[in-house]
Protein backbone atom coordinates (compact mmCIF):
# COMPACT_ATOMS: atom_id res chain seq x y z
CA UNK A 1 0.00 0.00 0.00
CA UNK A 2 1.59 3.52 -0.98
CA UNK A 3 1.51 6.73 1.45
CA UNK A 4 -0.64 9.28 0.20
CA UNK A 5 1.24 12.74 1.74
CA UNK A 6 -1.02 16.37 1.55
CA UNK A 7 0.18 19.06 1.70
CA UNK A 8 0.36 22.81 0.44
CA UNK A 9 1.23 23.41 -3.10
CA UNK A 10 4.36 25.57 -3.78
CA UNK A 11 4.96 27.20 -6.56
CA UNK A 12 7.35 23.93 -7.66
CA UNK A 13 4.32 22.02 -8.32
CA UNK A 14 2.66 24.27 -10.45
CA UNK A 15 3.34 22.60 -13.63
CA UNK A 16 2.38 19.16 -12.13
CA UNK A 17 -1.31 20.93 -11.66
CA UNK A 18 -1.64 22.30 -14.47
CA UNK A 19 -0.71 19.19 -16.50
CA UNK A 20 -3.30 17.56 -14.54
CA UNK A 21 -6.12 20.12 -14.11
CA UNK A 22 -5.54 19.26 -18.53
CA UNK A 23 -5.50 15.53 -18.22
CA UNK A 24 -8.76 15.42 -16.15
CA UNK A 25 -10.57 18.32 -18.26
CA UNK A 26 -9.74 16.55 -21.25
CA UNK A 27 -11.59 13.38 -19.41
CA UNK A 28 -14.65 15.67 -20.91
CA UNK A 29 -17.10 14.35 -17.76
CA UNK A 30 -15.79 15.32 -14.55
CA UNK A 31 -14.94 18.96 -14.07
CA UNK A 32 -16.36 22.51 -14.95
CA UNK A 33 -13.56 23.47 -17.41
CA UNK A 34 -13.52 21.96 -20.64
CA UNK A 35 -10.84 21.44 -23.23
CA UNK A 36 -8.92 23.08 -24.81
CA UNK A 37 -7.57 24.61 -21.66
CA UNK A 38 -5.16 28.00 -22.55
CA UNK A 39 -2.22 26.45 -20.08
CA UNK A 40 -0.95 29.95 -19.73
CA UNK A 41 -3.84 31.48 -17.85
CA UNK A 42 -4.60 28.55 -15.90
CA UNK A 43 -1.25 28.12 -14.42
CA UNK A 44 -1.44 31.77 -13.95
CA UNK A 45 -4.69 31.35 -11.86
CA UNK A 46 -3.52 27.93 -10.07
CA UNK A 47 -0.70 30.25 -8.84
CA UNK A 48 -3.08 32.84 -7.48
CA UNK A 49 -4.60 30.53 -5.26
CA UNK A 50 -1.33 30.18 -3.86
CA UNK A 51 -0.41 33.42 -3.55
CA UNK A 52 -3.67 35.12 -2.47
CA UNK A 53 -3.93 37.12 0.26
CA UNK A 54 -7.33 36.06 1.12
CA UNK A 55 -7.85 33.04 3.03
CA UNK A 56 -7.59 30.27 0.63
CA UNK A 57 -5.83 26.76 0.89
CA UNK A 58 -4.08 24.79 -2.43
CA UNK A 59 -3.10 21.40 -1.03
CA UNK A 60 -1.68 18.86 -3.58
CA UNK A 61 -1.43 14.57 -2.64
CA UNK A 62 1.89 12.69 -3.20
CA UNK A 63 3.05 9.55 -3.18
CA UNK A 64 6.52 9.80 -3.25
CA UNK A 65 7.83 12.19 -5.30
CA UNK A 66 4.95 12.04 -7.83
CA UNK A 67 1.71 14.66 -7.52
CA UNK A 68 -1.67 12.70 -7.74
CA UNK A 69 -4.04 15.32 -7.07
CA UNK A 70 -5.09 19.02 -5.79
CA UNK A 71 -7.91 20.18 -4.16
CA UNK A 72 -8.35 24.18 -4.03
CA UNK A 73 -10.24 25.65 -1.19
CA UNK A 74 -11.44 28.99 -1.52
CA UNK A 75 -13.40 31.45 0.92
CA UNK A 76 -16.52 33.74 0.12
CA UNK A 77 -16.65 36.82 1.31
CA UNK A 78 -19.72 35.14 3.88
CA UNK A 79 -17.28 32.41 4.76
CA UNK A 80 -18.47 29.48 3.14
CA UNK A 81 -15.46 27.39 1.66
CA UNK A 82 -15.77 25.75 -2.13
CA UNK A 83 -13.84 22.69 -2.76
CA UNK A 84 -12.71 21.75 -6.14
CA UNK A 85 -10.41 18.83 -6.68
CA UNK A 86 -8.90 15.91 -8.63
CA UNK A 87 -6.84 12.64 -8.58
CA UNK A 88 -4.51 11.44 -11.50
CA UNK A 89 -6.81 8.77 -12.99
CA UNK A 90 -3.83 6.13 -12.92
CA UNK A 91 -4.25 6.78 -8.86
CA UNK A 92 -7.92 6.86 -8.33
CA UNK A 93 -9.65 4.14 -5.88
CA UNK A 94 -6.84 3.84 -3.88
CA UNK A 95 -7.90 6.84 -0.98
CA UNK A 96 -6.04 9.65 -2.29
CA UNK A 97 -9.33 11.17 -2.65
CA UNK A 98 -10.72 10.80 0.96
CA UNK A 99 -6.68 11.78 1.91
CA UNK A 100 -7.63 15.42 -0.64
CA UNK A 101 -11.32 16.04 1.48
CA UNK A 102 -9.78 14.97 4.78
CA UNK A 103 -7.04 18.15 4.15
CA UNK A 104 -9.48 20.12 2.39
CA UNK A 105 -12.23 20.27 4.95
CA UNK A 106 -8.93 20.64 7.89
CA UNK A 107 -8.15 24.14 5.64
CA UNK A 108 -11.65 25.01 5.42
CA UNK A 109 -11.71 25.38 9.60
CA UNK A 110 -8.62 26.88 9.78
CA UNK A 111 -9.50 29.50 7.53
CA UNK A 112 -12.43 30.04 9.31
CA UNK A 113 -15.01 28.35 6.82
CA UNK A 114 -18.99 28.12 8.64
CA UNK A 115 -19.48 25.05 5.68
CA UNK A 116 -18.01 24.07 2.87
CA UNK A 117 -20.06 23.89 -0.61
CA UNK A 118 -19.58 22.67 -3.98
CA UNK A 119 -21.54 21.48 -6.96
CA UNK A 120 -20.89 18.07 -8.41
CA UNK A 121 -22.35 16.34 -11.63
CA UNK A 122 -25.14 14.19 -11.35
CA UNK A 123 -22.76 11.57 -13.25
CA UNK A 124 -20.06 11.44 -11.11
CA UNK A 125 -21.18 8.75 -8.55
CA UNK A 126 -17.54 8.06 -7.58
CA UNK A 127 -17.68 11.72 -6.37
CA UNK A 128 -20.61 11.87 -4.67
CA UNK A 129 -20.27 9.03 -2.65
CA UNK A 130 -17.06 10.20 -1.66
CA UNK A 131 -18.14 13.59 -0.06
CA UNK A 132 -20.84 11.39 1.46
CA UNK A 133 -18.33 9.49 3.04
CA UNK A 134 -17.40 12.76 4.58
CA UNK A 135 -20.87 13.93 6.24
CA UNK A 136 -22.03 16.02 2.83
CA UNK A 137 -25.06 16.23 2.27
CA UNK A 138 -26.93 16.79 -1.06
CA UNK A 139 -28.44 20.23 -0.49
CA UNK A 140 -30.26 20.38 -3.77
CA UNK A 141 -30.59 19.92 -7.53
CA UNK A 142 -29.40 22.85 -10.49
CA UNK A 143 -31.88 21.95 -13.18
CA UNK A 144 -30.35 22.71 -16.98
CA UNK A 145 -28.02 24.95 -15.37
CA UNK A 146 -24.86 24.98 -17.29
CA UNK A 147 -24.26 25.31 -20.86
CA UNK A 148 -21.60 23.05 -22.08
CA UNK A 149 -19.49 23.56 -25.27
CA UNK A 150 -21.15 20.89 -27.22
CA UNK A 151 -24.64 22.77 -26.74
CA UNK A 152 -25.90 20.82 -24.02
CA UNK A 153 -26.92 22.12 -20.69
CA UNK A 154 -26.12 19.93 -17.29
CA UNK A 155 -27.49 19.61 -14.21
CA UNK A 156 -25.45 20.30 -11.29
CA UNK A 157 -26.23 18.63 -7.37
CA UNK A 158 -25.41 20.97 -4.37
CA UNK A 159 -23.99 19.36 -1.69
CA UNK A 160 -22.79 20.92 1.64
CA UNK A 161 -21.01 20.35 4.97
CA UNK A 162 -21.77 22.10 7.96
CA UNK A 163 -18.92 22.65 10.33
CA UNK A 164 -20.67 24.96 12.60
CA UNK A 165 -23.58 23.72 14.01
CA UNK A 166 -23.80 25.74 17.38
CA UNK A 167 -24.26 29.18 15.84
CA UNK A 168 -28.29 30.21 15.73
CA UNK A 169 -29.91 29.58 12.65
CA UNK A 170 -32.97 31.61 10.83
CA UNK A 171 -35.36 31.43 13.05
CA UNK A 172 -38.42 33.17 12.00
C1 LIG B 1 -13.68 12.03 -7.52
C2 LIG B 1 -12.21 11.72 -7.26
C3 LIG B 1 -11.51 12.98 -6.77
C4 LIG B 1 -12.13 10.64 -6.17
O1 LIG B 1 -10.75 10.36 -5.91
P1 LIG B 1 -10.24 8.91 -5.55
O2 LIG B 1 -8.81 9.00 -5.26
O3 LIG B 1 -10.66 7.94 -6.60
O4 LIG B 1 -11.09 8.65 -4.21
P2 LIG B 1 -10.90 7.45 -3.17
O5 LIG B 1 -9.92 6.46 -3.69
O6 LIG B 1 -10.63 8.05 -1.84
O7 LIG B 1 -12.35 6.83 -3.16
C5 LIG B 1 -12.90 6.32 -4.35
C6 LIG B 1 -13.30 4.87 -4.19
O8 LIG B 1 -12.18 4.06 -3.96
C7 LIG B 1 -12.38 3.29 -2.77
N1 LIG B 1 -11.09 3.14 -2.11
C8 LIG B 1 -10.44 4.06 -1.38
N2 LIG B 1 -9.29 3.56 -0.92
C9 LIG B 1 -9.20 2.32 -1.42
C10 LIG B 1 -8.24 1.30 -1.32
N3 LIG B 1 -7.11 1.48 -0.62
N4 LIG B 1 -8.47 0.16 -1.99
C11 LIG B 1 -9.58 -0.03 -2.71
N5 LIG B 1 -10.54 0.91 -2.84
C12 LIG B 1 -10.35 2.04 -2.19
C13 LIG B 1 -13.32 4.10 -1.97
O9 LIG B 1 -14.03 3.29 -1.01
C14 LIG B 1 -14.21 4.60 -3.03
O10 LIG B 1 -15.12 3.60 -3.42
P3 LIG B 1 -16.60 3.95 -3.91
O11 LIG B 1 -16.47 4.96 -5.02
O12 LIG B 1 -17.14 2.63 -4.35
O13 LIG B 1 -17.30 4.51 -2.73
C15 LIG B 1 -11.51 11.15 -8.52
O14 LIG B 1 -12.30 10.10 -9.01
C16 LIG B 1 -11.31 12.19 -9.62
O15 LIG B 1 -10.35 12.92 -9.62
N6 LIG B 1 -12.23 12.21 -10.59
C17 LIG B 1 -12.13 13.15 -11.70
C18 LIG B 1 -12.26 14.59 -11.23
C19 LIG B 1 -13.49 14.80 -10.38
O16 LIG B 1 -14.50 14.15 -10.58
N7 LIG B 1 -13.38 15.73 -9.42
C20 LIG B 1 -14.50 16.05 -8.55
C21 LIG B 1 -15.38 17.05 -9.22
S1 LIG B 1 -16.77 17.50 -8.19
Redesign the pocket.
Known amino acids: ?1 NVVGVRRAGPEDMDAIVDLYIA ?1 VE ?1 GK ?2 GGQAPVDRTSRRERFLDEIEATDPAASLVATVGEELV ?1 HVAVDLTPYNVAGL ?4 D ?1 E ?10 VRGAIDAARQIGAHKVA ?4 PH ?4 R ?2 YL ?1 HGFVEEGLLRRHYPRRNGELWDAVIMGLVLDEGSAGSNF
Open positions: MVEWLGGMMVAWRGRGVGGALLQVWNDVARLR
